[in-house]
């Protein structure tokens, strides 16, 4: 069974751009989380989604948005970048809706805003 | 908000020594979960702990689980350069959902 897939791998933008992740879970996987990791902040939670709903969301700015698709594939889009922003974005998918299966990470895409 | 204090947030050993990691909340988990991540790589889920005292092994690893599910560890035998990588605690707060919040993790090295 393929594994998540995220795309791009690596991105590089300029500050006020906007940019579009994408996600694509385990195949049968309803639930896709995101994540950014930097070094001084570790991992933080942005959204979960499930059935194209999106049921938590973390503590990050509006410009953090996403949304997922009926296929259960998911993008999420940050606005106005800042150079804050560099980091590694993961996501993560899930068989079902129950919060204690095992979550998958993909291999995450490293943004970099210059 | 909730906050899983991990440490230390360093350690290197030579192989063949033995290696911990803790995880300190000062709310009750309902849940703590543990991923490796080895270096350049994503973040890969080990186990889940979810009862008081629970304590559970694979192989080389042990995994222990408070009785006052305040706190966690991770126990590495006798290392190889194979564990190389950032342990991580989580608990999934988001209840029937997921909301895994992680500590900040723990790098581990080893000199072959």
């Known amino acids: 069974k393929a594994g998540v897939t995220q795309t791009p791998r690596y991105l590089i933008k300029t500050r006020g751009q906007q940019v579009t992740l994408s996600c694509s879970p385990i195949s049968g996987h309803r639930s896709v989380s995101w994540y950014q990791q930097t070094p001084g902040q570790g991992l933080q939670f942005l959204f979960e989604y499930f059935s194209e709903t999106q049921r938590n969301k973390g503590n990050f700015p509006g410009r953090f948005s996403g949304r997922q698709f009926s296929n259960s594939r998911s993008e999420m889009n940050v606005s106005t970048l800042e150079l804050g922003d560099s980091a590694l974005y993961l996501c993560a998918s899930s068989r079902d809706s129950s919060g204690t299966d095992t979550q998958y990470f993909g291999p995450g895409t490293r943004l970099t805003v210059l | 908000g909730q906050q899983v204090m991990q440490i230390p947030q360093y350690q290197h050993v030579q192989e063949g020594e033995d290696f911990t990691t803790y995880c300190n909340s000062s709310t009750t988990l309902s849940n703590i979960q543990w991923y490796k991540q080895r270096p350049g790589g994503h973040p890969v889920f080990l186990i889940q702990?979810?009862?008081?005292?629970e304590v559970k092994k694979q192989k080389r690893l042990t995994f222990q689980f408070g009785e006052a599910k305040k706190n966690s560890s991770l126990h590495i035998t006798a290392t190889q350069t194979t564990d190389v990588g950032t342990y991580f605690c989580?608990?999934?707060?988001?209840?029937?959902?997921?909301?895994?919040?992680f500590g900040k993790g723990t790098l581990l090295t080893v000199n072959p």
């Open positions: 989580a608990e999934n707060s988001g209840g029937s959902n997921y909301k895994l919040t």
């Open positions: 702990l979810v009862k008081s005292g």
